[in-house]
């Protein structure tokens, strides 16, 4: 078995909107992972998200959208792997370590983590078992999975595509052509905010809907007024 290369550096982008109430935490959560570099992106928040965001080793303000936020932090990176995480997700220990050996096996590109939504009842863990069976059956990854790959691949499928919202789904569908996309054996812990404020069922069903509806070919920036932010 070759062991690992402790050489590889990561890189953690942030991107924030409004996040107050999260960010500190999130920044702490990843100064447990071990060395990594933790890049905030903000798009214009107008609550105390940057005054809560200096444990960061970068707070860059930049465009609003997340895909422009995630492409503006990975300039500013200096880790070979990038890994893109939302502010309301946090790993388990070890997740760094499960992304260099995921990223070391033959045609993968690119990864997410296996989704555990912060809530219990069947229906959280429906939810979570959905999200890991969509990555192995289709290679689409959803942003509170946490995508994670090396700069050279996120170079190659030119970042995320300038979409403001959906930009995730339509990077995996481009990382798909280059090779395998997976799910690590390592969980992200993902708030359970939306569904609790939406419905389990309703934000469910509106996921599922404007997936099919992009994969379809309407535009995702059509579809982004009906997936309205939750803070």
Known sequence: MQAPDLRVSFSLILPTLNEADCIAEAIAAARQFGPCEVIVVDGGSTDDTLARAGGADLVLSGPRGRAA???????????DILLFLHADCALELGALGVVRRTLSRPGVVAGCFR????????????????????????GIV???????MRREVFDRVGGFPA???MEDVFISRALRRL?????????????DRRWRKVGVLRQTLRNWTLTALAIAGVHPDLLARHYPAVR
Do not use: C, E, K
């Open 179 to 191: 090779g395998r996309v997976v799910v690590a054996p390592a969980r992200v812990f993902v708030s």
């Open 115 to 138: 989704m555990t939504v912060t809530a219990g009842g069947l229906g959280y863990r429906l939810i979570d078992a959905a999200a890991t069976t969509r990555v192995r059956f289709t």
């Open 142 to 148: 959803y942003g509170d999975q946490g995508l994670f």
């Open 163 to 165: 979409l403001r919202f």
């Open 69 to 79: 936020q995630m492409n503006y932090g990975a300039t500013h990176a200096h880790g």
